[in-house]
């Protein structure tokens, strides 16, 4: 796969990802307790953990030849 599809692949997965991710959040958010240390953690969190499943693509995406 030449490099420049294989970064158009991972854009589209990544903004696939994201939205999938962001809405899992938001949902699992709303069930928190209304105490702003819970949401404090969890959006904390959340904010952060995004980068885990996609460090792995964008690795993959960077790769030569």
Known sequence: MS????K??????????LFVYVIVAVTVGER???HWAAQLVFYALAGILWWVPLAPLIRWMERRG
Not at 3 to 6: E, F, G, S
Not at 8 to 17: K, R
């Open 32 to 34: 928190l307790p209304s």
């Open 3 to 6: 490099p420049r599809l294989r």
């Open 8 to 17: 158009f692949v991972g854009m589209l997965a990544i903004l696939a990802f």
